[in-house]
């Protein structure tokens, strides 16, 4: 079983449109839970980072974790084609240098 | 805002030659790491490096590939004898000194081409 679990889309959305990008992950104790979003041939930029379950809103972005069904989610609201990007979870262990483990990433495209 | 830079930005080499990728971590930052991504496919975790000396390492991290700081403001990855499947973009990550309350910030990668 794969540590984490994301579908790799692709996903074609109207501009304005809400998106929802899910991953599932295997190990109960990943404490630590991010969004990254990656464009074509760049580095990963940290969206959002959110500790243990709940949500976190920033702006546009709402991020989801539920622990107890393993899933982590990361809405976007009135979506823009700026945001056509690859959009990769992650998930580590508590401990400050610990490892981040990634999701395969959702290839997101929002179109005028 | 303060980020991680790496240089070369794009990397091509012979196969069996020496390379070494260059990162400058965000200043006030402890902890160092370097990823990497075969096009395609997932980021990949390779070393981790605190205080001087590696914290944790994957099983693709073989004794190909070394870690070093050599001053305070520079880490790098050496990959020795360099192979086709090296291929890959290489990210450096650094994140801060409070340790499990902080994430890791990546820079823009070094795109290493292997002929």
């Known amino acids: 079983q794969k540590e984490v679990e994301q579908d790799p889309g692709p996903l074609s959305v109207p501009e304005g449109a809400i998106v929802s990008l899910n991953c599932t992950y295997s190990?109960?104790?990943?404490?630590?839970f991010m969004w990254y979003r990656q464009y074509s041939r760049k580095g990963p930029e940290l969206l959002m980072y959110?500790?243990?379950?709940g949500n976190k809103e920033d702006g546009r972005f709402t991020a989801q974790v539920d622990k107890s069904s393993k899933y982590i989610s990361l809405f976007i609201r009135d979506s823009q084609p700026s945001d056509s990007a690859t959009y990769l979870c992650a998930t580590r262990f508590s401990g400050g240098y610990n490892k981040l483990i990634f999701g395969a990433g959702t290839r997101l495209a929002v179109h005028p | 805002e303060p980020e991680v830079t790496q240089t070369p930005s794009h990397q091509v080499t012979q196969m069996g030659q020496e390379v070494i990728l260059r990162c400058v971590p965000i200043?006030?930052?402890?902890?160092f790491y370097w990823y990497r991504q075969i096009l395609g496919q997932k980021v990949e975790f390779l070393v981790s490096?605190?205080?001087?000396?590696?914290?944790?390492k994957s099983e693709i991290f073989d004794d190909q590939f070394s870690v070093e700081r050599p001053d305070g403001s520079n880490f790098t990855l050496k990959i020795r004898s360099t192979k086709l499947e090296d291929s890959a973009m290489y990210f450096c990550a650094s994140s801060g000194a409070s340790g499990g309350e902080e994430t890791q910030y990546f820079g823009p990668g070094t795109r290493l081409l292997v002929l």
């Open positions: 200043s006030n930052h402890l902890y």
């Open positions: 190990n109960s104790a990943f404490q630590y």
């Open positions: 959110t500790y243990s379950s």
């Open positions: 490096f605190y205080n001087n000396e590696i914290s944790e």
